[in-house]
């Protein structure tokens, strides 16, 4: 199978998954982001290396999607993987390296208790072990974000590994 | 729009026209004459849509979402017409907020022509407040990434306003 083929089945999948998820079938979301990942991961290992701009795009959207699985060790693995990759141009190099890190997410919902950093948080979405995250941090809406809402969040954490990065 | 942007199916490109519709409808009626401004230079065009019905306003009654979406389905639409641009796929980040756009016909074995495409739509405020907006999508686009040429987009519903402009790389 070419990239296209790889690729065209990655992006079905992966709008399948978003309406899902939309749906509140969290489980099967995370499935479908799974095996569009997978996809995405096969159309990058389709192209030739002269493919850059492509490359980069593909190895971009291919660790995202394992991110949106909430399979982190696939996520760092492939996002390694291409990092070592010195064809890898600059500005995915520049987004593979920022997947790894702590990233910021809105949180609608008032906790029942005040949250501080280094305090694990269950994100509440499932019922799975794994929707457990470490709060590095807590931050401030700025006004230009608060503006685009239509609820004001009552919290800002940061989380590492943060898969439901919205701002 | 799905038979000629690639990364729009049929039932995105009809989401968006409906979510263009009623942000139009906030303020506007059909047909409307709109200033597009590219990189400066100005030229206008005319917006046309189907009134949304009731059930249509209930539907698209989360702001945030129906500009969004609205925006989308604007910027696009002005980038082909500016620029012959064609969406081409939906930027897999994160970001949740942009496009790659490419020429007519790419897209199909690979994205080496592709550019970034940001997005931002405006509901209520004016010509300021649009051209503050797309001034804040060039710098989000610096900071994405450097290397990936890129363009902004802002359309500006009740300003009758659609603005692109490239993204230069930081110095």
């Known amino acids: 199978m070419s990239w296209d083929d790889h690729h065209s089945l990655s992006e079905r999948l992966a709008i399948e998954a978003d309406a899902t998820n939309r749906t509140g079938d969290i489980v099967r979301a995370q499935d479908l982001f799974a095996r569009a990942a997978t996809e995405e991961s096969a159309a990058l290992d389709a192209l030739p290396q002269e493919k850059l701009r492509t ?44 997947s790894g890190s702590p990233n910021t997410a809105l949180v609608l919902l008032a906790p029942q208790s005040p949250i501080g950093a280094g305090q694990e948080i269950d994100w509440g979405l499932t019922s799975d072990d794994d929707a457990v995250f470490t709060v590095t941090g807590v931050g401030v809406l700025s006004e230009e974000n608060a503006g685009k809402l239509s609820r004001v969040p009552q919290s800002i954490f940061v989380m590492k590994g943060n898969p439901f990065c919205n701002l | 729009m799905h038979e000629r942007h690639r990364g729009l199916t049929q039932a995105l490109a009809t989401s968006y026209q409906e979510a263009a519709s009623v942000c139009l409808n906030r303020f506007h009626a059909s047909p409307l004459e709109i200033t597009l401004s590219d990189s400066g230079a100005e030229m206008t065009a005319q917006l046309r849509w189907l009134t ?63 550019l970034r495409l940001e997005v931002s739509g405006v509901s209520a405020g004016d010509y300021p407040d649009v051209r503050r907006r797309l001034t804040e999508k060039v710098a989000q686009a610096q900071r994405g990434d450097s290397s990936l040429p890129a363009l902004a987009g802002v359309i500006g519903f009740s300003a009758k306003l659609l603005i692109v402009e490239d993204v230069q790389e930081e110095s």
């Open chain 1, 55 to 98: 490359r980069g795009i593909t190895a971009v959207s291919a660790v995202a999607l394992w991110f949106k699985a909430r399979d982190y060790v696939a996520a760092e693995r492939l996002a390694n993987r291409c990092l070592e990759d010195p064809q890898m141009p600059h500005f995915a190099q520049k987004q593979l390296r920022e």
């Open chain 2, 52 to 114: 949304p019905d009731a059930r249509m306003l209930g539907a698209w009654a989360n702001a945030t979402d129906t500009t969004r979406n609205g925006a989308y389905c604007c910027v696009i639409a002005g980038v082909e017409l500016l620029r012959s641009l064609v969406a081409v796929r939906r930027a897999e980040t994160g970001t949740g907020s942009d496009y790659y756009v490419g020429p007519p016909g790419s897209g199909q074995t690979d994205l080496e022509d592709c």
